[in-house]
Nanobody, 122 residues
Framework: QVQLVESGGGLVQSGGSLRLSCVAS????????MGWYRQAPGQERELVAI???????NYADSLKGRFTISRDNAKNTVYLQMSSLKPEDTAAYYC????????????????WGKGTLVTVSS
């Protein structure tokens, strides 16, 4: 079993900051890409940021400069530092990881956390 558990969400005022964390646990061989998506009420889930196992980031264009993704591979953890938050950043933030379960596995599997809610008040 592989589990992703997010933490760090909450209520923050506009202009504030939050740091999200996501830890992967269970039995697996290697994590490839790991990152964050978000889904606002009535909206589709969208990419926030993804980092490769080497830490190379890929951000949604609209979020560059305000959000920073980082990884600690030794801890199987990915972080999302969010600053200058806006009310439109209000959403459930979901951790995603592409994981190889075994060394002989040909293709990685996508895993999702249950989400952490971020609410930005104006």
């Amino acid at each position: 079993q592989v589990q992703l558990v997010e933490s760090g969400g909450g209520l923050v005022q506009s202009g504030g900051s939050l740091r999200l964390s996501c830890v992967a646990s269970g039995r697996f061989f290697r994590i490839q890409d790991m990152g964050w998506y978000r889904q606002a009420p009535g909206q589709e889930r969208e990419l926030v940021a993804i980092a490769t196992s080497a830490g190379v980031p890929n951000y949604a264009d609209s979020l560059k400069g305000r959000f920073t993704i980082s990884r600690d591979n030794a801890k199987n953890t990915v972080y999302l530092q969010m600053s200058s938050l806006k009310p439109e950043d209000t959403a459930a933030y979901y951790c995603n990881a592409r994981i190889l379960r075994y060394p002989w596995t040909g293709a990685a599997t996508d895993y999702w956390g249950k989400g952490t809610l971020v609410t930005v008040s104006s």
